[in-house]
């Protein structure tokens, strides 16, 4: 990869793995139509693991309070487990449904017409006015519910973050908790696909390829990852959230579009 791809993919992980845009159909865009081929295992796991800095940069307090309160605070017991809940059912989908999710990634129309239920989905979230819950008041089933929406959204085109905070939602919590909870259950994610990456690029011999590259393009993923994490928290404490539903319509309107006429 040029250095140019190497800079553009790193932005493009950091900024659409956490605004609600869907970093794995920008990732199909930008395969197609940009040109840009697709980075080797090593680059794959460096990028996720500076996406999966950001979030605990930017959520080390919650981080730090889940780790100290653990054993004795009953909230943030809670949470953890219910973090250990929501990461199951996203997991069976990506093991049992992988084939199908992996056949989307071939079609760029699939993924315009998914990032246009993106953009409902974002503009649904500027909408919904439920919010009575916090920790103390979920429940198990809330975090399946909530585990079910971010394994939907392994499909490509499907807002991760989107989809989550929607179910918490839909679910009662209230936005702080909804937006909370959504950021930490990515953490189990994307971890996990770190790591099965990481263990892909040991089974094919655990190559350096051009290492100072990947390093460069997971800083950038790190750097443009919490800009994105906060400007998604100010966007929605604004009531500005539905402008991403805007640029989800336009983007997903112009993949059709285009696959449709070529």
């Not at 930017?58 to 309160?69: C, E, Q, W």
Request: charged residues 15%; positive net charge; contains cysteine.
């Amino acid at each position: 990869m040029s250095l140019l791809e190497v800079v553009l993919l790193g932005l493009l992980q950091g900024l659409t793995e956490f605004l609600p845009v869907s970093s794995s159909g920008h990732l199909v865009i930008a395969q197609h139509f940009l040109g840009i081929k697709q980075a080797g295992v090593t680059f794959e796991v460096m990028v996720h693991f500076g996406t999966l800095l950001s979030i605990m940069w930017v959520f080390k307090k919650d981080l730090s309070a889940l780790a100290r309160g653990f054993l004795y605070d009953a909230e943030q017991k809670r949470l953890f487990i219910f973090l250990i809940v929501g990461t199951i059912p996203t997991a069976l989908m990506g093991l049992l449904l992988s084939s199908f999710f992996l056949k989307i990634f071939e079609s760029p129309f699939l993924v315009g017409i998914m990032l246009l239920v993106s953009g409902l989905i974002v503009f649904t979230i500027s909408r919904i006015h439920i919010e009575k819950k916090d920790i103390k008041n979920m429940t198990a089933w809330d975090a399946v519910t909530i585990g079910i929406f971010q394994g939907i959204a392994i499909i490509p085109g499907i807002t991760r973050s989107g989809s989550t905070i929607l179910g918490a939602l839909w679910k009662g919590l209230n936005r702080e908790t909804a937006v909370r909870y959504s950021f930490l259950l990515a953490l189990p994610a994307i971890a996990g696909a770190t790591f099965l990456e990481f263990w892909d690029w040991v089974q094919l011999g655990g190559s350096s390829e051009f290492m100072t590259v990947n390093f460069l393009a997971a800083i950038i993923a790190f750097i443009s990852g919490v800009f994105a994490i906060k400007v998604f928290i100010k966007l929605l404490e604004r009531g500005k959230f539905y402008y991403l539903a805007y640029y989800c319509w336009f983007v997903g309107t112009l993949t059709v579009v285009y696959t449709l006429f070529n």
